[in-house]
């Protein structure tokens, strides 16, 4: 070692220097990050709304808090050049997933986060009821979308979301499961529902949006590329089979069974029974004193069939829906009222049809609800 | 080893133990240096301290200044080039609306609350300066009326007119003629029917054209509906006058959807004035038994002889000089002049493009929302006026009336002529006359007989062409 040179060398250095040199660099440093803030990155920012007046499936510029606002520019959207394809991916299609939320399940959150669609083309829209228990789920909500949209990686980061709250008095149901799901509640739960699932989505659709998902807050396993799943088939309104998981005594292990009863096939029962019915009544599915004889989905499913297989169906449920965005444009929206005797996502089916869109379900492609 | 390091430091430079008299290695270093070394170590903990802090700030905590660390770092070392212009602003990407805030009140004017202005267009550019005249005027606050219009399947130039116009008035020095959002929806749905008026209005192509315009509505609607509207109007470009306080006035009623009675203007020879939209009507015992009689997808249309319904129509129970407060139960409505509150299309009320209780479009939209429980209002005494389009049948009558004016006028014209010609010779004499009078009275005057029969010589061959003037020079020089 060159130790009699040592502390002459070591006075030429100064490491006392160094050490203010790097303190001064990190100050730098800072300042630099500090000032600049790009919460986003560029070709997000790109695609941002100039004002907050604009279609809430877009994020906008926050005003600086500085000077007055412009005056909200022409904007101009060509929806000749808006593509609903079977593969959304490629083509960068903006998804929409809404949901009405009731109650919040962190199930239904993880769910949304392991999506496998770019993140900046999926905006979510949320609809919640001015309850005690729709605060709940608010809150609950915030801080979950806080904590991914403020802090998370960008990549985690949705392109918008947009909460809304009910303007519509809850009908004097409670979220029970028994409760909810008595037959003579039914026609205005369901009512209710419906225009909750229009406001919903006649508030936030927007000129951009390719795909709806609908996705209710209750369930809580999806395959994380269920988009890509079901876009890929190209059909105008595409249902999976609506699942739930459940402790089997008999067997003594985990079991599952159908849930969602929603999604049919017509059968001529259920037309003489409509016929004959007051056109303000429902037909409802799912109830042992209105046996209506119609091939229900839930009962389709082949453990060793196709993942992929298809069936054309009349009535679909709402647990979880693809839905092409034109059919929505054209007016197919959820009835809130008996609409050839079916009201609701029933009604919607309908709707669609006589708007000459078909719906279609995979029986073999599973998503699971929530077991109370 | 704390004496042997005092010991060591005592000596000021480095040196061997001197306890134990053999060599060792050093075990410690100079005050100096000692004293840089541990500023060293205290920079680098800072350093190492620093860039955690930063890095748990960004990813877990702090305020909405902080950020990702790795874009800003990213933006560091590429100088803010990666991302020019994107770093003066940020993105605010969740939005929160309470819809009970956005009901609609009767006083919408006075609590902020905006209107949504839904305008299609189809090869409209002639319509174009006269609707913007009427928005220019409109008296509800400007920067609360959010302006959406359709363009479908134009081969005119309303695009470029629309944009101009929404452009120039954005960039007005008068701040309160700023309007809030405007949306330009382009869609094109393939035209099946001509847009002349014949076409547009002969009963058989009408179900296939009020479907195709009700899918043009909801396409609209449903592009440019927003949480934060709490009205939506409706109107149509050819409107050719209305009150500029139209939208307080419908709003005043507080009613889910409200119309008024549209009459248009038309030339004297047909009685001056008419009933515009048939649309508007509540529902009759007739019209819902042929409706049970007709097939799933038939569509009722009014005002067609083939479906006679004996509806009371708005249109009809006009008095010029009633009420304009005046209101009537609607189960039907036209499209010209729609004032709704948002929330009946957030419900799920919308036009329909299939045949929904025999009816589509506007008229299917007032079946819906009466099906909804909500209420629907039409004004028989509040009048606004459509612009007047001629028929064919109005043009043969006009080309016929072209005609016999032009014949009178050519007549009248003949006749003018000839009275003109009669009048100028008959003019020109009695310049002549004036003149000569003059004239003579001078020559009179001055020498009177000797160049008299000279100056009626001059006068003479001045008026010789003229026959009559001739005469009555003769008969001057003969006085």
Known sequence: ?372 | MSAVIRMGTRGGRPSTSLLTGVYQPRGTTPTNRRRTQSLVRIGVVAAVLFFLALYVFARGGGDGSSSSSSSSVLSIFSLGLLSSGGADFELETVRYHDLSNVQGTARGWEREERILVCVPLRDAEAHLSMFFSHLKNLTYPHNLLDLAFLVSDSKDNTMGVLVKNLEDIQAAEEEEMHFGEISIIEKDFGQVVNQDVESRHGFAAQAGRRKLMARARNWLLTAALRPYHSWVYWRDVDVETAPFTILEDLMRHNKDVIVPNVWRPLPEWLGGEQPYDLNSWQESDTALTLADTLDEDAVIVEGYAEYATYRPHLAYLRDPYGDPDVEMELDGVGGVSILAKAKVFRYGVHFPAFSFEKHAETEGFGKMARKMDLSVIGLPHYTIWHAYEPSVDDIKHMEQMKREQLAQEEAEKEKAEKAKKLKESFGDATGQWERDKVEMQNIVTQEKKKEAAAAAAAANDKAGSDAPGGKVVEKVVAR
């Open chain 1, 1 to 372: 070692m060159a130790r009699p040179m040592g502390s002459v060398r070591l006075k030429k250095t100064s490491p006392a220097t160094l050490a203010v040199g790097a303190a001064l660099c990190i100050f730098i440093l800072y300042f630099l990050i500090g000032s600049s803030t790009p919460d986003f990155s560029a070709s997000r920012k790109a695609t941002a709304a100039s004002h907050p007046l604009s279609p809430p499936t877009s994020p906008f510029r926050k005003s600086t808090g500085n000077g007055k606002l412009k005056p909200p520019p022409v904007a101009h959207y060509d929806l000749n050049n808006v593509t609903t394809t079977p593969k959304p991916l490629e083509n960068r299609e903006n998804v929409l997933v809404l949901t009405p939320m009731a109650r919040f399940y962190q199930g239904y959150w993880d769910n949304i986060l392991e999506l496998q669609y770019p993140h900046e083309l999926i905006t979510l829209g949320f609809i919640l009821p001015k309850t005690k228990e729709g605060n709940d789920a608010t809150r609950e909500l915030q801080n979950r979308i806080t904590k991914t949209q403020k802090y998370g990686p960008e990549k985690d980061r949705f392109k918008s979301i947009i909460i809304l709250r009910e303007d519509i008095d809850p009908p004097l149901v409670s979220q029970d499961e028994k409760e909810r799901h008595k037959m003579q509640n039914q026609k205005a739960r369901r009512a209710a529902m419906a225009k909750a699932r229009n406001s919903l989505l006649f508030s936030t659709l927007g000129p951009a949006t390719s795909w709806i998902l609908w996705l209710d807050a209750d369930v809580v396993e999806t395959p994380p590329t269920i988009i890509q799943d079901l876009a890929q088939h190209d059909q105008a309104i595409m249902a999976p089979n609506c699942f739930q998981r459940f402790w089997n005594e008999e067997k003594k292990e985990m079991d599952e069974r159908p849930y969602d009863f929603n999604n049919w096939q017509d059968s001529p029962t259920a037309l003489d029974m409509a016929k004959k019915m007051d056109p303000d009544d429902i037909l409802l599915e799912g109830y042992a004193e209105m046996a209506t004889f119609r091939t229900l989905m839930a009962y389709m499913t082949n453990d060793g069939g196709r993942l992929h297989e298809e069936m054309p169906l009349d009535g679909v449920g709402g647990a979880a829906l693809l839905v092409k965005a034109d059919v929505h444009r054209d007016g197919a929206m959820f009835p809130p009222f008996a609409f050839y005797n079916l009201i609701e996502t029933e009604g919607f089916a309908k709707m669609s049809k006589r708007l000459g869109w078909q719906p279609f379900g995979l029986p073999n492609y599973k998503v699971y609800h929530y077991n109370e």
